[in-house]
T-cell receptor, first 111, second 120 residues
Framework: GQNIDQPTEMTATEGAIVQINCTYQ??????LFWYQQHAGEAPTFLSY????GLEEKGRFSSFLSRSKGYSYLLLKELQMKDSASYLC????????????FGKGTSLLVTP | GAVVSQHPSRVICKSGTSVKIECRSL??????MFWYRQFPKKSLMLMAT?????????EQGVEKDKFLINHASLTLSTLTVTSAHPEDSSFYIC????????????????FGDGTRLSIL
């Protein structure tokens, strides 16, 4: 099984930077994914890490340390529309490459 | 590219009805499809993994006779909720992956838009 932990809720100010952490435990690690999900909608892909280090995509960056079982999603220049749930998901080659999701972090961006 | 279409987007029906949800890959061959379920303010829970042409693999605690999954072609998988009851009301989401989407090199799964099922 996998234990994927991330904070339940976070609040940040428009224009600021926020870091959402995720820790995991798995034996068949095959990548860590971050998804954004607005209420009532399907998740949308944000970023992916399979090797250690930082991946940057515009305002979003994601970091991975496999030895520590740790990842974070960094959101810069926060906008009101970034208020959403952010899901950390680990892919496990032992389970047919299915994604196992954390419980999600609900981010509220305030003016 | 890599578009997944899910239908219907919303279903409201009476208790005891069976409901079929379709998941189609529109521009790639989906050798594997995944079905997830999500309760309000909860995360996505994997229900089953479906490989084309073979029986689905269900996660622990998911009743295979209750949630029938068929993946008869490389572009279509269906989930049928049999004799649905109010406790089956949930958001069901499929995702698909295949050789073209580069599973081996870590491309993301592509999600459908989800089906909101409400059983009265």
């Amino acid at each position: 099984g996998q234990n994927i932990d991330q904070p339940t809720e976070m609040t940040a100010t428009e224009g600021a930077i926020v870091q959402i952490n995720c820790t995991y435990q798995t034996s068949g690690f095959n990548g860590l994914f971050w998804y954004q999900q607005h209420a009532g909608e399907a998740p949308t892909f944000l970023s992916y890490n399979v090797l250690d280090g930082l991946e940057e995509k515009g305002r979003f960056s994601s970091f991975l340390s496999r030895s520590k079982g740790y990842s974070y999603l960094l959101l810069k220049e926060l906008q009101m529309k970034d208020s959403a749930s952010y899901l950390c998901a680990v892919r496990d080659r032992r389970s047919g490459y299915a994604l196992n999701f954390g419980k999600g972090t609900s981010l509220l961006v305030t003016p | 590219g890599a578009v997944v279409s899910q239908h219907p987007s919303r279903v409201i029906c009476k208790s005891g009805t069976s409901v079929k949800i379709e998941c189609r890959s529109l521009d790639f061959q989906a050798t594997t499809m995944f079905w997830y379920r999500q309760f309000p303010k909860k995360s996505l829970m994997l229900m089953a993994t479906s490989n084309e042409g073979s029986k689905a693999t269900y996660e622990q605690g998911v009743e295979k006779d209750k949630f029938l999954i068929n993946h008869a072609s490389l572009t279509l998988s269906t989930l049928t909720v049999t004799s649905a009851h109010p406790e089956d009301s949930s958001f069901y989401i499929c995702s698909a992956t295949g050789p073209e989407t580069g599973t081996a090199i870590g491309q993301p799964q592509h999600f459908g838009d989800g089906t909101r099922l409400s059983i009265l």
